[in-house]
């Protein structure tokens, strides 16, 4: 029996039992609910450095449940637009709505840009402290995934377990928000942005991604490897992204909000660990970023 989707749906058909061991509908749903509560509260914003994914998307536009059987491009009275750097935006009409797109980044502790670890420290990311307000929800996103970082957790440890173990210990020693499990020191939500092909040689060591979401396509390339692989919401893979191109093929969103109040689209998320902090915390005690400030102070404890 082959490993491709489409065994695997025989093989069900054929009555056969199947085990699936990514993340569970549930688990995964609940990540979703609380990453777009987390967005809505953070808000979302593009980078004009970033090479990684496509820079003429900062809006998805998906089709309405109501929408007429007229074409998604018919502009209506009711059409709203906007103009961003001299191009306008047509985000609104009588069948479809838009909303955002972005990455952010929920990192522990990692060095300033263009500023030296030892001199200057590290600190949590700007997503992490944005404000007073976006920190409870930042809080509280974390302390709904819980479950889901244990998870993946469990699947790296069981994949790479010598990098499980640095990752852990040098976790412990960096770490801001208590309530994550670790080990990854760093999170970036990839808001319903097309991925082209990159590597992220930032990276430490081997990184967890997986997608969630309402939307067709969307499978994940390693150029490298000649390797196209099912990609599809709950199924996780594990890689050197720092060593291997890996992109994400064409997807689109589903129709209309679902039942929890969740907008369609393809939802990115890739859990890493930074090589600059790494480096850094390697050999430092457990709690010693918070003891510290990230190593601008002299650890007490």
Same mark, same amino acid.
């Given at each position: 029996m082959g490993r491709s989707p =489409?065994?695997?749906?025989?093989?069900?058909?054929?009555?056969?039992?199947?085990?699936?061991?990514?993340?569970?509908?549930?688990?995964?749903?609940?990540? #979703?609910?609380?990453?777009?509560? #987390?967005?809505?509260?953070?808000?979302?914003?593009?980078?004009? +450095?970033?090479? +990684?994914?496509?820079?003429?998307?900062?809006?998805? +536009?998906?089709?309405?449940?109501? =929408?007429?059987?007229?074409?998604?491009?018919?502009?209506?009275?009711?059409?709203?637009?906007?103009? #961003?750097?001299?191009?306008?935006?047509?985000?609104?009409?009588?069948?479809?709505?838009?909303?955002?797109?972005?990455?952010?980044? #929920?990192?522990?502790?990692?060095?300033?840009?263009?500023?030296?670890?030892?001199? @200057?420290?590290?600190?949590?990311?700007?997503?992490?402290?944005?404000?007073?307000?976006?920190?409870?929800?930042?809080?509280? @996103?974390?302390?709904?995934?819980? %479950?889901?970082?244990?998870?993946?957790?469990?699947? !790296?440890? /069981?994949?790479?377990? %010598?990098?499980?173990?640095?990752?852990?210990? /040098?976790?412990? /020693?960096?770490?801001?928000?208590?309530?994550? &499990?670790?080990?990854? !020191?760093g999170r970036a939500v990839v808001?319903?942005?097309?991925?082209?092909?990159?590597?992220?040689?930032?990276?430490?060591?081997?990184?967890?991604?997986?997608?969630?979401?309402?939307?067709?396509?969307?499978?994940?390339?390693?150029?490298?490897?000649?390797l196209k692989l099912s990609y +599809?919401?709950?199924?996780?893979?594990?890689?050197?992204?720092?060593?291997?191109?890996? =992109?994400?093929?064409?997807?689109?969103? !589903?129709?209309?909000?679902?039942?929890?109040?969740?907008?369609?689209?393809?939802?990115?998320?890739?859990?890493?660990?930074?090589?600059?902090?790494?480096?850094?915390?390697?050999?430092? &005690?457990?709690?010693? /970023?918070?003891?510290? =400030?990230?190593? !601008?102070?002299?650890?007490?404890?």
């Amino acid at each position: 029996m082959g490993r491709s989707p =489409a065994d695997f749906a025989q093989a069900k058909n054929e009555g056969k039992k199947i085990h699936f061991d990514g993340i569970n509908p549930n688990l995964l749903n609940k990540t #979703l609910v609380s990453t777009q509560l #987390l967005l809505h509260h953070l808000g979302i914003r593009r980078s004009r +450095r970033d090479g +990684r994914h496509d820079k003429a998307d900062a809006l998805l +536009r998906y089709v309405k449940d109501d =929408a007429p059987s007229s074409s998604i491009d018919t502009l209506s009275q009711d059409s709203k637009s906007f103009t #961003l750097h001299g191009i306008e935006y047509v985000y609104h009409n009588n069948t479809f709505t838009s909303e955002a797109t972005g990455v952010i980044h #929920l990192v522990h502790a990692w060095p300033d840009q263009g500023h030296s670890a030892e001199k @200057y420290g590290i600190h949590p990311s700007t997503d992490m402290v944005s404000s007073a307000h976006g920190s409870q929800f930042v809080h509280k @996103y974390f302390e709904d995934t819980k %479950e889901l970082a244990s998870l993946l957790g469990s699947m !790296l440890q /069981a994949s790479f377990p %010598e990098f499980y173990i640095k990752y852990e210990a /040098a976790f412990k /020693a960096g770490k801001w928000t208590v309530v994550d &499990p670790g080990p990854f !020191l760093g999170r970036a939500v990839v808001w319903k942005l097309d991925v082209m092909p990159h590597q992220d040689g930032l990276d430490e060591g081997p990184a967890v991604i997986f997608p969630m979401g309402r939307f067709s396509g969307g499978e994940c390339y390693l150029p490298d490897l000649k390797l196209k692989l099912s990609y +599809r919401p709950g199924e996780v893979i594990i890689l050197m992204a720092g060593a291997l191109y890996h =992109a994400i093929g064409k997807w689109a969103p !589903l129709q209309g909000i679902s039942e929890h109040g969740i907008t369609p689209g393809r939802v990115g998320n890739v859990f890493f660990f930074p090589h600059s902090s790494f480096e850094v915390l390697q050999d430092k &005690p457990a709690g010693w /970023a918070l003891n510290t =400030a990230g190593g !601008l102070l002299v650890d007490l404890t």
